[in-house]
Every structure is written in C-alpha cells, then in structure tokens.
C-alpha cells in the first residue's frame, strides 16, 4: 500500500504521463518501477523480475556464489548467476516509417514504440540479457549489435530519441537478411503498426520461426485508426505515398474495419500457429499490457 510519502510508480504505466517526463532513460526506468510495483498486486505476481540474476541455493553449489545481502533480507539462500549462464539474445525491431507518426491525439505511435522498446531495453539489460535494436522502414535505418553491459543502455536510448519517422515500409528485406544474419537463437520483439503487405509480415515471422528463434509482435495503433471514430467528411492522406482521399467516413468505415480485422486475424493466426506471440495495443494502453506479454515469454525461454 502506498502512503502519502510513497510514489505511486504504476502511474508511469500510462502512455500520457511518460510523454510529460522529460528524458528517455527516466522514462524507461519509471516505467519498469511502475510494472514492478504493479506485479506484485496483479495475478502475475507469481512471475519474477530477478529469475535471470539469482536462483534458489541447491545443496552442492558453491557457498561462495551465495548472495548474502539478498539472504539478509529474505533469510533464504540464492545463487547468483552469471552472464554466461543466464544470458539470452534479444532484438529490438522498431518500425519507423512515415505511418508510424501519425496521431490523432495524445502521442503518435513512433513515441509510444519509443517508449515501449525503452522500457523492454531497460528490463533486459537488468536482467543480465544482452539486447539489440533495429531501426527499419524501407530499409535498415540504424543497427545496434546486442549486448549486455549496463552502459549499453545509453547507446540504444540514444538511437531511439533521435529516431525520426522515414519513409515508407519494406519490411521483408529487412527480416529476411536479419533472419539469416543472426545465428545464434534468440529472441526477436517487433514493434510496428504492420501497415505493410501481410503476407510479407507472415513470411517473415515464419522465417524467424524457421531460424528457431522466439518471437514477439507488438502491433501499435491508433485509437483513431482501431475504431475510426471520424464522424464528418474528411479528407485521408497516406503518409508513406502522398496518395488522398477525400470521403465520408461511413461511406468506408465497414470496408476498413472489416479489412482490420482480417489483418489482425491473420496476424493472429499465424503466431499462434508458429508459436509466436502476438498483442495488438493502441497507443493509450498501459505498458504492462506489453511488459506482461514479454515476461510471459522470458519466463517460458528460461
């Protein structure tokens, strides 16, 4: 319970309030605060945040990797495991084409992936994991190579703040060529609004399947485009192709929502299909919602 001198950090769950902090890495560490604290209320308090630092003390391990100052506190006895043992691979896949700017009000989606591939950088990295970054729209726009190391933080919090929207997308060059560039298994977490030919999409998912790696796909949207809430004539304009169009909304909304939703069904079905894990979000939703989809899957590779 929180008392009047205690900060209640699940409040930097919410998309809004992070857009009104003021640095990256601030954001990415209060959102993971938040998620904790949350946990621990939740019905996933069973999962744990530390499984990929310590694990219980069994009789025949060495007395010398006791953590002491975590017995002090529990009075049990944990192992502290080391990066050699503990350490997965992680990619962080952030689409940043012109669509991914758009915003129909509070943060566009580029600024919520921002925030979300911070925050799961922020976590892995506690966690010992080694993580990557992959910034793409028709192309590789920025690659940050995986690694470990606590200052790592700083160079992929750098590339993200300066991540500008690009142009269109292209995405199935850009995975195929990772897909066989990166050997060793590991784990790949796609973040985009997959505005792109689905069976590109789908390709690539079963490509990294194939490669046997894990996969996790974030799917952004905004409210406005889930819903399409547009009431009066509007004029719509694609912002990767320039292309426009000047309508009233109910003469297309059944077409569109219709067409939405057999992308996310597809989508849907082939990562369940290929055991991959899928979770559309808008851009206000909390970021447990994503955090829990992720730990979820650490907690399965571990």
């Known amino acids: 319970m929180n008392t009047p001198n205690t900060p209640d950090y699940r409040k930097y769950l919410d998309p809004m309030t992070v857009s009104r902090l003021a640095r990256l890495d601030l954001k990415?560490?209060?959102?993971?605060e938040g998620f904790i604290a949350g946990l621990h209320s939740s019905p996933y308090h069973g999962f744990s945040v530390e499984y990929a630092e310590h694990r219980q003390y069994m009789p025949g391990d060495p007395i010398k990797h006791i953590d002491?100052?975590?017995?002090?506190?529990?009075d049990r006895f944990y192992i502290k495991e080391y990066e050699e043992e503990t350490n997965?691979?992680?990619?962080?896949?952030?689409?940043?084409?012109?669509?991914?700017?758009?915003?129909?009000?509070g943060i566009s989606k580029l600024e919520y992936g921002r925030y979300l591939a911070a925050a799961l950088t922020y976590l892995m990295l506690s966690q010992q994991d080694s993580v990557g970054l992959v910034l793409y729209d028709e192309r590789i726009r920025q690659y940050v190579p995986p690694r470990s190391i606590r200052n790592h933080l700083h160079a992929i919090l750098q590339r993200l703040h300066a991540a500008t929207p690009?142009?269109?997308?292209?995405?199935?060059?850009?995975?195929h060529s990772l897909a066989e560039r990166i050997k060793r298994r590991g784990l790949i977490i796609i973040i985009s609004d997959l505005f792109d030919d689905p069976g590109d999409i789908v390709d690539s998912i079963r490509h990294f399947r194939h490669r046997k790696h894990e996969v996790i796909v974030f799917r952004l949207l905004d409210p406005a485009e889930k819903d399409f809430s547009f009431r009066h004539p509007v004029r719509f304009r694609d912002m990767e192709t320039g292309e426009e169009v000047y309508t009233h909304p109910h003469v297309i909304r059944e077409a569109y929502l219709g067409d939405?939703?057999?992308?996310?069904?597809v989508y849907s079905r082939v990562c369940r299909e290929h055991a991959a894990d899928y979770?559309?979000?808008d851009t206000g939703t909390p970021f447990d919602h994503a955090l829990l989809t992720f730990l979820?899957?650490?907690?399965?590779l571990g």
Do not use: C, N, P
Not at 28 to 32: F, G
Not at 90 to 98: E, K, Q
Not at 296 to 300: E, I
């Open 88 to 105: 997965l691979k992680s990619y962080i896949f952030l689409d940043v084409s012109a669509s991914m700017e758009y915003a129909s009000e």
């Open 28 to 32: 990415a560490r209060l959102v993971v």
């Open 260 to 265: 939405l939703e057999e992308q996310d069904a």
């Open 279 to 281: 979770l559309s979000l």
């Open 166 to 175: 690009g142009s269109g997308t292209r995405s199935r060059a850009t995975f």
């Open 68 to 74: 002491w100052k975590v017995f002090a506190k529990s």
């Open 296 to 300: 979820a899957k650490r907690a399965h």
